[in-house]
């Protein structure tokens, strides 16, 4: 999986977590020491419109954190079109489906990716879960909060768009890659998720923008990120 030298990150005001702009900040040092009571940091990926390159972002933050010796574990939560076992080459036996039927356990289903990332594959095309219930979200949360146990990252690639399960994915995360692209579409929509999500989140969620395939100038730039703040 290659890093994208074309993404540039830039953040949301939030009021929980005061940080500067920078890739250390964001994730943690690599060198800092584990707490005794271990919990993973939880980032939620997400974004107003899909085609944006959020899997692919998703896939490359978590195999370089595992480079850099952290335990990672991706949580594909896009219940309607699944993918990141697509984009991490592999083929799943057990999905979050059997998890949600009540058939495994979340441990039963993770799978091993590139440099050792974890992956818990998403029910794709499968119509009754693509937006969740609010039982099933639950019974999601739940099973993310077994696994903070045993990595230092979660990291959770939800669908694009608005839904409420897409919202409370964002909440249930201790920060937030918004991420865009130079499609109108893509920003205007941006807008409206950003909105929507601080909005219901009271602006708890630490909240970052990635701009993907950047075609953006600096002042442009700028522009955009005035108008989402």
Same mark, same amino acid.
């Given at each position: /999986?290659?890093?994208?030298?074309?993404?540039?990150?830039?953040?949301?005001?939030? @009021?929980?977590?005061?940080? *500067?702009?920078?890739?250390?900040?964001?994730?943690?040092?690599?060198? *800092?020491?584990?707490?005794? *009571?271990?919990?993973?940091?939880?980032?939620?990926?997400?974004?107003?419109?899909?085609?944006?390159?959020?899997?692919?972002? #998703?896939a490359n933050?978590?195999?370089?954190?595992?480079?850099?010796?952290?335990? /990672?574990?991706?949580?594909?939560?896009?219940?309607?079109?699944?993918?990141?076992?697509?984009?991490?080459?592999?083929?799943?036996? @057990?999905?979050?489906?059997?998890?949600?039927?009540?058939?495994?356990?979340?441990?039963?289903? &993770?799978?091993?990716?590139?440099?050792? /990332?974890?992956?818990?594959?998403?029910?794709?095309?499968?119509?009754?879960?693509?937006?969740?219930?609010? @039982? @099933? $979200? *639950?019974? &999601?949360?739940?099973?993310?909060?077994?696994?903070?146990? $045993?990595?230092?990252? &979660?990291?959770?690639? #939800?669908?694009?768009?608005?839904?409420?399960?897409?919202?409370?994915?964002?909440?249930?995360?201790?920060?937030?890659?918004?991420?865009?692209?130079?499609?109108?579409?893509?920003?205007?929509?941006?807008?409206?998720?950003?909105?929507?999500?601080?909005?219901?989140?009271?602006?708890v969620v630490?909240?970052?923008?990635?701009?993907?395939? /950047?075609? +953006?100038?600096?002042?442009?730039?700028?522009?955009? +990120?005035?108008?989402?703040?």
């Amino acid at each position: /999986v290659g890093m994208n030298a074309d993404l540039q990150c830039m953040r949301i005001p939030a @009021h929980r977590y005061p940080m *500067q702009n920078t890739v250390t900040n964001l994730f943690g040092d690599p060198q *800092q020491p584990v707490a005794a *009571q271990h919990r993973a940091r939880v980032v939620a990926i997400t974004s107003g419109k899909g085609g944006v390159g959020k899997t692919s972002i #998703t896939a490359n933050i978590a195999v370089a954190l595992a480079l850099a010796g952290k335990r /990672v574990c991706i949580v594909d939560a896009d219940t309607g079109l699944a993918n990141i076992n697509i984009v991490m080459g592999l083929t799943p036996r @057990h999905t979050l489906e059997d998890f949600l039927d009540g058939a495994l356990p979340i441990e039963a289903i &993770l799978m091993e990716g590139p440099r050792g /990332v974890r992956v818990v594959p998403g029910a794709s095309g499968i119509v009754e879960y693509a937006d969740l219930s609010r @039982h @099933h $979200q *639950q019974s &999601l949360l739940n099973g993310m909060q077994r696994l903070e146990e $045993q990595f230092d990252y &979660l990291l959770i690639d #939800t669908a694009a768009g608005i839904a409420d399960s897409v919202i409370h994915f964002v909440l249930a995360a201790e920060r937030a890659l918004l991420v865009i692209s130079p499609d109108p579409t893509s920003l205007t929509d941006a807008f409206a998720l950003n909105l929507k999500a601080l909005s219901l989140l009271a602006l708890v969620v630490g909240m970052f923008l990635i701009y993907n395939t /950047v075609m +953006f100038s600096v002042v442009q730039r700028r522009a955009v +990120f005035g108008t989402l703040r």
